[in-house]
């Protein structure tokens, strides 16, 4: 029978184990530990007495330890019953006056203290200070433990709090009432105190504090806007089983989205009709991305009516191939509205896709706000109006009644309120300016509410006036992962959070010039405070580590000047527990340096004002996107702190190379795309002043010129992404050392990326884009830079050549094309020196890696103008040249008449095998370019 016994209850757990979901199963793994609260206070006659405490847990008894102040109270674990327990023994007391000990109970969950009051043999009364009873009332027993005989006095009379018979005798009394519901949602207290009949400086005073009634935002019906279902639609291409009719099936991130045909270029444009039963009016429509490819881009929208029944263009738009939800309001409500038409001319990737399109009729009636603003100053129900009642407080919607209680109160949390009421800013529109100033797009997260909701929660956020803008809120679920779009109207919004994350106020314009703020009110019981760090309103290390310490979520953001850190949690705590300043201020500089050398100052930041958005994937090293920037979560402690990023080159180096990916694109043309932003590297590590730049030494180019004789796109060997980026991205280096280290040309960089954004290379041709490069460049030095881009080998023939660098690129530099650019070029007057030959670095500077630079063409060579005073002669060992008297000279060259066959910095080189020195002459080149023939000793 036993045996029967066990199988029916193992078949009874198996059913129930399948019955349960993941998330019980989730709950039921996560490691408990707790006692109530009834047990956290102890009184007892001066008797010997034992009692056993429960202890709820799922942890192993050895994980938690319980011990005793007092030798009088013994404490130990009682593990044998089918709960374990505290076990203590309070000892006879000997003493005249009531003693106190402490009993901790320490886990690694979470640590309770139980505290003991035992009476003497004087007279004493001894009850608990406070109890709590809920709010829906019921049976409530108050404990008083006394050596003497009291009177109870209440301390005004209550009539929620009805007593039962007591009786009279020198032990424990359980004196039991009945308390009555709170229908209020305001707490309420009642106060008793014992007295000892023969000397009232003998009593003890017990506080009941009934809890306000419950309220959450099931309290909260609202006027909500009427969504209009589409009675069928069609489109012109799908891909099969995702046609139209999955764009309004109520599903929003179901994962089967409407998408064009796959595996090639969408027909554009693609047309996508919703029709309706003209019963109904339309004041707006949503569109909801699938995030990602298919996007809409450009695109028309067409609307027809009973009235109208042809399709009428309404308007063109562009959704900027964006993952974020667009919204379009109609100038005026749609009559009788019988069929919508999107015309969609361009999408991501040349698809197009569409998660949902949802149409709405927006609700007039107010009801709900007129009566808040009966007792608030304004709809974001922030502050009350003077001479506010209670009755009138009650008279509201539970959830708005707590909030007036609280603030009537005085006890709305000052560190909740911080982040729950907000006036946010205007943000520039990320889209529009990325392309104007050709970069990535920054971010358009600038706007952290820091305060967190889950999945499945229903919040209130209330919006002040929203100065005819459009304003939405977007829950991140993690720093990798793009965020649940909700458009939020001015007044009383309520959402329901699919994903949980980290709530963004989304409010954006063209330009965030003179833009006013919206207040933003997310009241208790929506969502949990997190909190974030924002170097302008909270300024110091001390409120940073405050803000910190308080933090509960997965990820903790801090708001710089220029940039954002949307950083692990727990990597804040392990690498930057208590300083902040030391890495945001380093950051906001290093990005603010590069804004200077792409000159774009002049908009920055009256017009344009959005962060750089810094996260730490757990995957993954670094990189740059659209709207993010990623150092993998492990590497932060490198990056941040100064003195960790002044320990090691790459340390500055790395994040730099990244942010200039954001900002390389006026610059760049396929074969660059991992050289041209370290233009911006290199001077980051200038403006640091430790280490000196990097890249490959002049002797390098020498070979890939001279002896290899390569162009551009194929110089040198290839290191990343098919580019030798350590030869490549000296060009670059090379032109900013001569203009703004030397001074011939302070604000050559600006004004080469204002020009390259007014002439713009268009990466499909990268051939024309080099030599449009090196045309801008001349106009922006005003100097023919022909033999500088001679020698960087922009100007060598390449007859269709396919490469490949993030992407397949077909490679052509006619001669016909060189000469145009050459003609172009030489409108200009030539330079003064002949830098290409120039090297900012000299053996032994800090962090020079492990080669030599040369001995001759250091930049204060071309900044002095230096000639050469010396005879230079040279000797020769086989290919071996070595020069004597060549200090002043910046280079030298071998030459066979007048052709260039090599050329070197150092004092003594190796020439090529190939060179037959009895044919060659070599020169000295002096810093103006002029040669100087050596003579052979």
Avoid at 311 to 320: E, P, V
Wanted: proline residues 4%; negative net charge; aromatic residues 12%.
């Amino acid at each position: 029978m036993k045996n029967v016994c066990l199988v029916l209850v193992a078949a009874i757990m198996a059913v129930f184990a399948m019955a349960c979901s993941d998330s019980d199963r989730e709950r039921e793994l996560q490691p408990t530990f707790s006692i109530d609260e009834e047990f956290l206070q102890q009184d007892f006659t001066k008797e010997q007495m034992s009692i056993s405490i429960p202890i709820s847990t799922n942890i192993e008894s050895s994980a938690w330890n319980v011990s005793s102040n007092q030798s009088w109270c013994l404490v130990t674990k009682a593990l044998s019953g089918s709960v374990p327990a505290v076990k203590m023994v309070v000892q006879a007391s000997e003493e005249p006056d009531v003693r106190t000990c402490e009993i901790t109970i320490s886990s690694p969950i979470k640590n309770f203290t139980i505290k003991i009051r035992q009476l003497g043999y004087g007279p004493a009364i001894l009850v608990k200070e406070n109890i709590f009873v809920e709010s829906v009332g019921g049976p409530l027993q108050i404990v008083v433990t006394s050596n003497v005989e009291y009177s109870i006095e209440p301390s005004k009379p209550v009539d929620w709090i009805t007593q039962a018979p007591m009786t009279r005798a020198l032990v424990d009394k359980n004196y039991a009432y009945e308390v009555a519901e709170n229908r209020t949602y305001e707490a309420r207290t009642a106060v008793f105190t014992y007295i000892y009949k023969h000397d009232s400086k003998v009593s003890a005073t017990c506080t009941v504090i009934q809890k306000a009634k419950k309220s959450d935002t099931s309290d909260v019906v609202l006027e909500a806007d009427v969504k209009i279902q589409p009675t069928g639609g069609k489109d012109s291409e799908h891909q099969p089983g995702q046609g139209i009719e999955n764009t309004f099936d109520g599903k929003i991130g179901s994962g089967n989205p409407y998408h064009s045909i796959w595996n090639q270029k969408a027909t554009f444009p693609v047309v996508l009709e919703y029709f309706f039963d003209g019963t109904q009016d339309m004041d707006y429509f949503i569109y909801h991305t699938r995030s990602g490819n298919g996007n809409f881009g450009a695109l028309d929208v067409y609307t027809a009516t009973q009235e109208n029944p042809d399709y009428k263009l309404y308007g063109s738009f562009d959704f900027k191939q964006q993952n974020a939800t667009s919204k379009v309001m109609f100038a005026s409500t749609l009559k009788s509205v019988t069929k919508i038409k999107f015309s969609v001319k361009s999408g991501a990737g040349d698809f197009v896709s569409c998660d949902e399109m949802e149409f709405f009729l927006k609700n007039s009636s107010k009801q709900l706000e007129t009566k808040l603003l009966t007792v608030f100053t304004d709809i974001t129900c922030h502050e009350l109006k003077p001479g506010v009642t209670s009755e009138q407080i009650n008279a509201l919607p539970g959830y708005f009644a707590h909030v007036a209680v609280q603030l009537k109160n005085g006890s709305y949390d000052a560190w909740e309120k911080k982040f729950r009421l907000q006036d946010y800013q205007a943000y520039s529109d990320v889209e529009v300016w990325a392309d104007k100033l050709m970069t990535k797009r920054y971010s358009n997260l600038d706007n952290p509410t820091g305060i967190y909701a889950e999945a499945g929660d229903s919040i209130i956020v209330l919006v002040g006036d929203t100065h005819g803008q459009t304003v939405s809120l977007q829950a991140i679920p993690s720093v990798e992962a793009s965020g649940d779009m909700y458009f939020l109207n001015e007044g009383v919004n309520k959402i329901g959070i699919r994903r949980t994350g980290m709530l963004f106020v989304m409010y954006t314009t063209l330009t965030a010039e003179n833009m006013k703020p919206i207040r933003i009110h997310i009241p208790l019981n929506s969502g949990k405070v997190n909190g974030f760090f924002d170097l302008k309103e909270d300024k110091t290390d001390e409120a940073y580590a405050n803000l910190l310490s308080k933090a509960t979520y997965k990820y903790f953001c801090v708001r710089g000047e220029k940039i954002m850190f949307y950083f692990h949690l727990s990597k804040m705590r392990e690498y930057l527990p208590t300083k902040i300043l030391s890495a945001i201020n380093l950051w906001d500089n290093i990005i603010g340096w590069q804004q200077e050398l792409m000159g774009i100052d002049h908009v920055r930041p009256s017009q344009v004002n959005n962060h750089i958005f810094a996260i730490s994937p757990e995957e993954g090293y670094m990189w740059a996107s659209d709207y993010r920037i990623g150092f993998v979560y492990t590497y932060l402690n490198n990056i941040l702190l100064h003195e960790n990023v002044m320990a090691a080159k790459d340390n500055a180096w790395g994040p730099a190379h990244e942010i200039g990916h954001i900002h390389q694109k006026a610059i760049n043309w396929p074969s660059s795309t991992e050289s041209s932003n370290n233009l911006f590297s290199n001077f980051i590590l200038y403006k640091l002043g430790k280490y000196c730049s990097r890249g490959s030494e002049l002797s390098t180019l020498a070979t890939a010129r001279c002896v290899e004789k390569d162009a551009w796109f194929d110089m040198g060997s290839s290191t990343h992404q098919n580019e030798d980026t350590e030869l490549h991205m000296r060009m670059n280096w090379q032109l900013w050392n001569y203009y703004h280290r030397c001074g011939y040309k302070p604000d050559f960089w600006p004004k080469l990326f204002n020009l390259l954004r007014e002439n713009r290379i268009v990466e499909s041709n990268p051939g024309a884009g080099q030599l449009l490069f090196a045309k801008m460049a001349s106009k922006a030095a005003n100097e023919d830079l022909t033999d500088f881009f001679e020698m960087w080998g922009l100007f060598v023939p390449v007859n269709n050549v396919k490469i490949e660098q993030y992407g397949t690129w077909i490679y052509n530099v006619t001669q016909a094309m060189i000469d145009e650019a050459k003609s172009y070029m030489a409108q200009f007057p030539k330079p003064k020196h002949a830098f290409y030959y120039l090297e900012d670095r000299k053996n032994g500077d800090v962090g020079i890696d492990n080669y030599k630079v040369g001995d001759v063409g250091h930049y204060t060579q071309f900044k002095n103008d230096q000639k050469i005073t010396k005879t230079v002669t040279y000797s020769r060992s086989g290919q071996r040249i070595t020069v004597s008297g060549g200090e002043e000279a910046v280079a030298f060259e071998i030459k066979i008449g007048t052709e260039l066959v090599f050329f070197s910095n150092f004092l003594s080189f190796e020439a090529p095998s190939s060179v037959d020195l009895n044919a060659v002459q070599v020169y000295a080149v002096q810093a103006d370019g002029k040669r100087i023939q050596a003579t052979l000793k």
